[in-house]
């Protein structure tokens, strides 16, 4: 055989030998890295009773196999290596003798072979037996809105910052009933140091009502719902993290306190202690024009505190039950899985926590409203005023007139010719005389001088004596004239004011009299003490 055709022979199959060669590593290192590998799982029976543990292996292709892997007891803990392949999952599971199955419980070979060098560790726990049934925050408005006691809550206004700050603050910080207070309503501020009471002072404890409320509660996606749901229930919320339910318990212990009337102290006669009339007139002191600004001031008479005697709330968290759960807290003693409408759920421990608690607190403040007495009062206080400076004024005339009346018998240049009788200012009728009508006196006209004669210059003197005495007496009887008209038009205003209908009094007030007080709610701001 010639050399050049061996030589062609042996390089062909050359060449074939390091395809072959090829080939079969590949088909080695293929093997290999398609090849099981083992890893550690320490798994622990979580539950109350003893648990036969299953594992499952998923393929990509959707294809899996499910083994029984080994038999736990209660609280028992075992380490297993489990062959998982590339691209597969392992799950574990456990089931009791009553075929109620664990929280499936998944890892993947990407995870196990990056942390392949760990025992994993897989806690069999199988969920509580009740289907907890978890609803919306709208939902548990509802059911606090027809609670007779935690309704409340409701209504605390998310506007004023005071809303918590006010029930936060304990029930001693606020006025007794019994106290009077009056307000400023342009300002919402007290005008006046309150009047607290002092023999009227009595109040009984009218009412107490207690009730609770449970709730398992998702606030998945409405923790911003503040405009729908309570601004107590949303302030709760901020606390819980979206996508969470929560379990809360309510209890709640509310007492309504009113002022109590007694025989030797009752609302009729408040305005009777002389302490309030000094308080009142300090009132009056305030007000300026009472036709203007009577819708502008208040008085309050507090007469009921609804008082929270208690309130606790308390909860806790639910988290869901997934792969990113980790699992470590699963060994914790408090830690609570169960199955629920919204899902796999779970809580790190089985206390509930206390979330807002007060006790002693006002809730609300009533006060009858003495404005419109108080007005009334202003008014005829007012009145009587101007009625004790009129007959003052009748007796600072009449007391002029008589002097008046002096002076003029004083200068009667003609005591024979007129007669003025002396009066006595102690007597009622004295001024009867004066009121009759007394002319102007005439002077006389004086005689021609004749210096022949003597007897005309003396009669002259007499004359300017006469004279001078009789415009003196004429200037006060103008004077007493004067009076006299002051007086007529004083008797006149006298007339007409007692003729004037008074307004009912407070102290002439029945029991039975409708619409004088009105029982109101004042700002809870106003009775707090400074």
């Not at 809303?163 to 309503?185: A, H, K, W």
């Not at 404005?371 to 007796?395: C, E, H, P, W």
Request: hydrophobic share 35%.
């Amino acid at each position: 055989m010639p050399s050049k055709k061996i030589a062609s022979i042996t390089t062909v199959t050359s060449f074939k030998l390091n395809q072959l060669v090829l080939l079969l590593l590949a088909l080695v290192f293929g093997a290999a890295s398609s090849r099981a590998e083992d890893f550690k799982f320490k798994l622990k029976n979580e539950s109350k009773s003893s648990l036969l543990v299953f594992y499952k292996i998923s393929k990509k292709s959707g294809a899996f196999k499910v083994k029984s892997l080994m038999k736990l007891k209660p609280d028992e803990e075992r380490i297993k290596e489990v062959e998982v392949s590339k691209g597969d999952t392992i799950s574990f599971y456990g089931q009791n003798q009553e075929d109620v199955t664990s929280a499936l419980i998944k890892k993947d070979y990407t995870y196990l072979n990056a942390h392949k060098n760990q025992v994993f560790y897989i806690p069999i726990v199988i969920p509580e037996k009740e289907n907890a049934s978890f609803e919306s925050l709208q939902n548990l408005s509802l059911q606090l809105e027809h609670n007779k006691v935690l309704n409340f809550l409701l209504k605390l206004d998310s506007s004023t910052v005071s809303s918590f700050s006010l029930l936060e603050n304990n029930f001693q910080n606020v006025y007794p009933l019994g106290t009077f207070i009056f307000v400023d309503t342009k300002t919402n501020r007290l005008l006046l140091p309150p009047l607290e009471p002092s023999y009227w002072n009595n109040s009984e404890n009218y009412l107490t009502i207690q009730d609770s409320l449970y709730a398992l509660v998702t606030t998945q996606h409405q923790v911003q719902a503040d405009a729908q749901i309570a601004y107590f229930l949303g302030r709760l919320s901020n606390s819980f993290n979206n996508n969470n339910c929560v379990e809360l318990d309510f209890k709640g212990k509310l007492s309504l306190i009113r002022w109590r009337p007694s025989p030797n102290a009752n609302i009729y006669q408040i305005f009777n202690d002389n302490a309030v009339k000094a308080f009142i007139q300090n009132c009056y002191a305030q007000i300026d024009n009472p036709d203007q600004q009577y819708q502008r001031y208040r008085l309050y008479f507090l007469t009921s505190y609804e008082r929270v005697d208690n309130l606790e709330v308390y909860g806790r968290k639910f988290y869901n039950f997934g792969n990113q759960t980790d699992l470590s807290i699963s060994s914790n003693p408090g830690f609570q899985l169960v199955s629920s409408n919204v899902g796999l759920m779970y809580a790190k421990n089985r206390t509930l926590s206390n979330y807002y608690s007060v006790q002693n607190a006002v809730l609300r403040t009533k006060a009858y409203d003495f404005t419109s007495l108080l007005f009334k009062g202003f008014k005829n206080d007012i009145k009587a005023r101007i009625v004790t400076d009129t007959y003052m004024r009748q007796r600072q005339v009449q007391s002029a007139i008589l002097g008046e009346y002096e002076n003029l018998i004083s200068y009667n240049p003609n005591s024979q010719g007129l007669s003025l009788a002396k009066l006595s200012k102690r007597d009622s009728s004295s001024l009867i005389p004066v009121l009759t009508t007394v002319a102007n006196l005439t002077p006389y006209n004086y005689q021609a001088l004749d210096t022949a004669k003597a007897a005309p210059a003396g009669k002259n003197d007499q004359v300017e004596a006469y004279n001078n005495r009789a415009r003196m007496f004429n200037a006060h009887l103008s004077e007493i004239n004067s009076l006299v008209k002051q007086l007529n038009q004083i008797d006149a205003d006298i007339t007409k004011i007692s003729q004037t209908k008074t307004d009912a009094g407070y102290a002439n007030t029945s029991k039975s009299t409708p619409g004088l007080l009105n029982e109101i709610e004042v700002s809870t701001t106003l009775v707090r003490k400074e």
